[in-house]
């Protein structure tokens, strides 16, 4: 048997709080991926890094206090497509990072909340009007810009940033349709512990040490950054659909400009400025149309009731 939770409850303000919170710890995790990845670190330690120190450590600290219906779910196949979900994103993300600037690939993986609001249709029944697809389109409009294809500036790996941001966005869906069904915990340990056993037989081959203490800090931040974000954002995930949710998000980027300007040396390009300005804007957008449909459905529902 499941584990009783908390059923929906929605509040806007909460889980913005709680996003951006999240946000501010996960900096961290693309930071130190992206270390580990220039000096040398094969992508699948990383992610084995990543994933392993996040299920140890909720098998450490988690399952005493909770016990063995930390594992009981009131829908596993749905919990082993949002882990399947998961990893894509990273693969996708930790990959893309061996060749391409935080700023471009953060850029990229935040056109997920385009994807989120077109999936929102076919996979969560809600709707969508021309508006906001107009929106999705200009968006699309902001990748293109940063990646200039066609021209030398294309790296193929932007590719890699897009395969993740349609990750995160599936991902960002399937946790929404876990909101009410399993607890925060619950949803860590099977996306952690469906990435482990995916990504363990791709790890052990050319297995490199890091070699400086700051490359150990960031071996050990991947788990424990990765896990208190993600925490964090099931638990915003019960506050908020994710349309309402996703361009929050957007704050991330300017953490990850700065990362890359002074951690990195790579400052971000006026092409990246004016591509991510365009997707923040069309992203924004989104926001707001879905937050005056919200405050129109209430209001009508305040008016029968009355």
């Keep these: 048997m499941a584990r009783p939770v908390a059923a929906i409850e929605y509040n806007a303000n909460r889980a913005i709080l709680i996003l951006v919170l999240a946000q501010s710890v996960l900096i961290f995790l693309d930071v130190s991926a992206k270390w580990l990845s220039i000096t040398g670190m094969p992508t699948g330690e990383i992610m084995f890094a990543r994933y392993g120190l996040h299920v140890a450590l909720l098998l450490v600290f988690v399952l005493p206090m909770h016990g063995w219906s930390l594992f009981a779910t009131g829908n596993w196949k749905l919990e082993v497509a949002r882990g399947l979900c998961l990893l894509g994103s990273t693969a996708g993300n930790f990959l893309s990072m061996r060749y391409l600037p935080l700023t471009v690939t953060g850029a990229l993986l935040f056109t997920s909340p385009l994807m989120v609001c077109a999936l929102s249709g076919p996979l969560l029944g809600e709707h969508v009007g021309w508006r906001r697809w107009l929106a999705i389109g200009i968006g699309f409009i ?71 203490p700051i490359s150990w800090v960031a071996f050990f931040a991947l788990g424990a950054t990765g896990l208190i974000g993600h925490s964090l954002i099931s ?72």
């Excluded at 293109?144 to 966005?169: N, V």
């Excluded at 512990?193 to 070699?211: C, D, I, K, N, R």
């Excluded at 790579?266 to 957008?285: C, E, H, V």
């Design 235 to 306: 638990v915003a995930h019960r506050y908020a659909t994710p349309a309402t949710l996703a361009p929050f998000n957007y704050l991330q980027l300017l953490y990850l400009a700065l990362a890359s300007w002074v951690v990195f040396n790579q400052p971000p390009d006026n092409w990246f400025a004016l591509g991510a300005t365009i997707i923040i804007a069309s992203g924004l957008y989104i926001w707001l149309r879905e937050r005056s449909l919200h405050n129109a459905v209430t209001s009508v529902d305040e008016a029968v009731e009355r």
């Design 142 to 212: 902001g990748i293109l810009i940063i990646i200039r294809p066609g021209t030398e500036a294309f790296h193929p790996a932007a590719l890699l940033s897009i395969m993740a941001a349609f990750f995160g966005a599936l991902f960002s869906i399937v946790t929404r349709k876990l909101a009410g069904v399993d607890g925060a915990m619950t949803q860590q340990i099977y996306a952690g512990g469906v990435a482990l056993l995916m990504v363990t037989p791709f790890a052990s081959a050319g297995w490199v040490w890091p070699s400086q």
